[in-house]
């Protein structure tokens, strides 16, 4: 068990489960059948020409979130535990150990994901996406990063990623999974997917806990604005590629798309996604204190200006 001093988290064992890379299941979408792959999307739901077309703009969507997945797993999650031995802090070692199975977890969820997307994006006849990239709330995280001078503190900041990303993915994997007007198949992979991630946000939860308990007075302000930003980061609509999308699924030029997604998604409406999705985050940060240190409020009147600006320069 963790010690005293850690706190306490869930493991598989605790839970009675195992983690479901152990049943090896890599769920496929079905051919030729009206399935709905994502939640309809009400504000760009008008502009469909037919359902065929909002069919595909699921397709798309779902391909995108699988795609985000993927990328997570890969290029934040397993690189957050890989960083936790690099910690100037001496983490428990069985909360240390545990993290680890973490890892092994998502590489599978990783490929679960790929297998899905692969036969979705053939069924639809929808193309790789044209840059590869990556999702633009990773670069941004990326620059994020590569703005802290401090080896150290970087360590920290990607650490810090892993724990926003695993507050929020389990509920988001659950709101698709209690879906009952999508495939089944979209609900089973998110539905064994999700079971692992409310393990894993136990145990990354205890870890930001337990970081900011051992952290000092200026290493908890660096850490909550590094959450603060973070979390703005990852829970931000990506609005260039819902146009993309919505090209794919309608066949208008990619002008046309841009011009029409962009009038929908003001400033207001992307942040109150944001706040949507962050809800889980913002709830686990109030609750660690982070906000006596940085405004929430402030951090999203910063961001509105900033998503102002962006778009007044189009
Ligand atoms: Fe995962
Ligand atoms: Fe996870």
Redesign the pocket.
């Known amino acids: 068990m963790p010690s005293t001093s850690y706190p306490r988290y869930s493991t598989y064992e605790s839970a009675g489960r195992t983690p479901s890379l152990l049943s090896q299941e890599l769920p496929r979408p079905r051919v030729d059948t009206g399935d709905i792959y994502y939640p309809p999307n009400t504000l760009l739901e008008p502009h469909f020409s037919s359902i065929d077309e909002s069919r595909r703009f699921g397709a798309a969507c779902f391909c995108g979130f699988l795609e985000d ?1 993927v990328e ?2 890969h290029c934040l ?1 397993i690189p957050a535990i890989a960083s936790v031995r690099r910690l100037p802090y001496d983490i428990p070692e069985r909360a240390e150990q545990d993290l680890y199975r ?1 890892a092994t ?2 590489g599978f ?2 490929e679960q994901s790929q297998r899905f997307l692969t036969d979705l994006r053939s069924q639809f006849g929808l193309g790789r996406p044209p840059d590869r990239t990556g999702p633009l709330f990773l670069r941004r995280l990326a620059s994020q990063r590569s703005q802290e001078p401090d080896a150290s503190q970087r360590e920290i900041v990607t650490v810090l990623n892993g724990v926003v990303t695993e507050t929020r ?1 389990s509920i988001e994997l659950g709101k698709f999974a209690g879906d009952s007007r999508l495939a089944e198949s979209v609900r089973t992979i998110c539905r064994t ?1 999700a079971d ?2 409310s393990i ?1 946000a136990s145990q990354f939860k205890a870890l930001g806990r337990w970081l900011w308990e051992e952290f000092d007075e200026g290493a908890r302000a660096a850490a909550a604005k590094a959450f603060t930003a973070s979390a703005i980061a990852r829970n931000l609509p990506d609005v260039e590629r819902l146009s993309r999308y919505f090209a794919q699924a309608t066949g208008r030029t990619p002008a046309e798309s841009e011009s029409l997604v962009h009038s929908l998604y003001t400033e207001d409406v992307q942040i109150e996604e944001l706040q949507v999705s962050a809800r889980p985050t913002w709830s686990f940060l109030s609750d660690l204190g982070v906000d006596q240190y940085v405004s929430f409020a402030a951090a999203l009147t910063a961001e509105r200006a900033r998503l102002h600006e962006e778009m007044a320069a189009r």
């Open positions: 997945t997570v797993e999650v973490l977890d998502e969820h990783a993915i997917h692992d991630e894993h």
